[in-house]
T-cell receptor, first 113, second 117 residues
Framework: SQQGEEDPQALSIQEGENATMNCSYK?????LQWYRQNSGRGLVHLIL?????REKHSGRLRVTLDTSKKSSSLLITASRAADTASYFC?????????????FGTGTQLKVEL | GAVVSQHPSWVICKSGTSVKIECRSL??????MFWYRQFPKQSLMLMAT?????????EQGVEKDKFLINHASLTLSTLTVTSAHPEDSSFYIC?????????????FGPGTRLTVL
């Protein structure tokens, strides 16, 4: 089963508006990361938040982490058409084989002019 | 910095043939590389974790004899899909972790789209 469930599955907004995506997970984590993927392309790392952090900012991105609720949110402020992409959360956990990432189901964001 | 390349970008092959996909870290040494598979409009699923000089660790449900992984150097890992069938058609993405820094960040390649006819 998926470690991370994201909602909404798809989101369509107007340029300039804010976009919020949520991610829930099931097990204890070392950190949580957000990635962007343009259609048919590889992943771009956006931001990493550690399990002992509650909020982190990077440019127009704001990420929160609530370990008690096992959830995280990604806020993109003042969205642009170029932000159109799929966004994935990924939880980092330690296994017998080392650290690994487990990806959520993703949110498809469309920013319209 | 921290660039990962994949070759080829896309490949079309006949059923029953084997396909090799290369993953290279261009400007850092990758002690650990990961291989993922992504079906259309779905998330990435980890297939295996590859440590340089040792056998890969496969995720549950991934056939190690079908998906051969070799990580012979600190900058190169290969995934060979043996006797490929149409159900193996997918987007294969590798990632690499920089062994020189203590971070969990993985750097992803651009992906390889495999289509098996």
């Amino acid at each position: 089963s998926q470690q991370g469930e994201e909602d909404p599955q798809a989101l369509s907004i107007q340029e300039g508006e804010n976009a919020t995506m949520n991610c829930s997970y099931k097990t204890s984590i070392n950190n949580l990361q957000w990635y962007r993927q343009n259609s048919g392309r590889g992943l771009v790392h956006l931001i990493l938040i550690r399990s002992n952090e509650r909020e982190k900012h990077s440019g127009r991105l704001r990420v929160t982490l609530d370990t008690s609720k096992k959830s995280s949110s990604l806020l993109i402020t003042a969205s642009r058409a170029a932000d159109t992409a799929s966004y994935f959360c990924a939880t980092a956990t330690t296994t017998g084989g080392g650290n690994k990432l487990t990806f959520g189901t993703g949110t498809q964001l469309k920013v319209e002019l | 910095g921290a660039v990962v390349s994949q070759h080829p970008s896309w490949v079309i092959c006949k059923s029953g043939t084997s396909v090799k996909i290369e993953c290279r870290s261009l400007d850092f040494q990758a002690t650990t590389m990961f291989w993922y598979r992504q079906f259309p409009k779905q998330s990435l699923m980890l297939m295996a974790t590859s440590n340089e000089g040792s056998k890969a660790t496969y995720e549950q449900g991934v056939e190690k004899d079908k998906f051969l992984i070799n990580h012979a150097s600190l900058t190169l890992s290969t995934l060979t899909v043996t006797s490929a069938h149409p159900e193996d058609s997918s987007f294969y993405i590798c990632s690499a972790r920089d062994g020189s820094v203590s971070t969990d960040t993985q750097y992803f390649g651009p992906g390889t789209r495999l289509t098996v006819l």
